[in-house]
């Protein structure tokens, strides 16, 4: 009598449980994938002719997770797994054939991710939080920063107060966005150009002052350095 069973399997436990299923001579029959809520359902059903029961293992993958690919051990699963990936974007890791999302010619990607009304306008109210809040986080650290600049503009001289302030701003620019230094002595100058001219020379001599210091403290390191190595 043909009978049926569906286990649920954890995805960190997929390959394993397959493996086991292999050395037990289970032929592997098709993979399909669901979507519930909040992520994507593959099922693996596998077959036992021995007794004829087909056993269904239902793993839920989170959304952008990765799945191990099966085809080391069942290499049937090759067209499933390219098929899934293709239709319902399921990241398959390791696949011995792998169609690089080219199985299927799609008039757009991933046709059957529908998903309800309901469903895509939270996705997009999700979105928007996250943006908020990213955008929130960045105005607190620039506040942050201006703040501070104005805290030390109180107690330190006018001339060093400047020099540390344009430096915090290069210092908050994103690492890939950060100006070269040819940038900044062109912007520094651009700065000092519009200053009052006794404001101006003031900075100038605050920086070079800054830079002697920078230089001497590096060639002390280079020194100790040399003296370490001897």
Same mark, same amino acid.
């Given at each position: ?7 649920? &399997? ?7 449980? &397959? ?15 669901? $979507? ?9 059903? $596998?077959?036992? +002719? ?5 056993? /269904? ?17 069942? $290499? ?9 990936? !293709? ?15 080219? $199985?299927?010619?799609?008039?757009? *990607? *991933? ?5 309800? #009304?309901?469903?895509?306008? +939270?996705?997009?109210?999700?979105? %928007? ?21 104005? +805290? ?16 915090? &701003? !290069? ?7 950060? #100006? ?13 150009? /519009? ?26 390191? +280079?020194?100790?350095?040399? %003296?370490?190595?001897?």
């Amino acid at each position: 009598m043909y009978t049926t069973e569906f286990v649920d &399997v954890p995805l960190g436990e997929l390959l394993t449980r &397959v493996q086991s299923l292999k050395h037990q001579g289970m032929r592997f029959v098709q993979l399909c994938a669901e $979507f519930p809520e909040g992520g994507i359902d593959l099922v693996y059903t $596998f077959y036992d +002719e021995t007794v004829d029961n087909a056993l /269904n293992l239902c793993v839920s993958v989170p959304e952008g997770a990765e799945v191990p690919s099966i085809q080391g051990l069942y $290499f049937a699963a090759f067209s499933y797994e390219n098929e899934a990936h !293709d239709l319902f974007d399921v990241n398959f890791v390791n696949m011995k054939l792998d169609f690089g999302g080219h $199985f299927f010619s799609l008039a757009e *990607s *991933s046709p059957m991710t529908v998903i309800s #009304p309901e469903m895509k306008a +939270e996705r997009e109210k999700m979105a %928007k939080q996250r943006a908020a809040k990213a955008a929130k986080e960045a105005k607190a650290a620039r506040e942050a920063a201006e703040a501070k600049s104005a +805290e030390r503009a109180l107690t330190e001289d006018r001339a060093t107060a400047d020099a540390a302030a344009v430096a915090a &701003v !290069d210092a908050m620019a994103p690492a890939a966005a950060k #100006p070269t230094a040819e940038e900044r002595a062109a912007k520094m100058e651009e700065k000092l150009a /519009n200053m009052d001219p006794e404001k101006a020379a003031k900075v100038r001599a605050a920086l070079a002052a800054k830079a002697k210091k920078d230089a001497a403290a590096a060639a002390a390191g +280079e020194a100790a350095t040399a %003296k370490d190595g001897e």
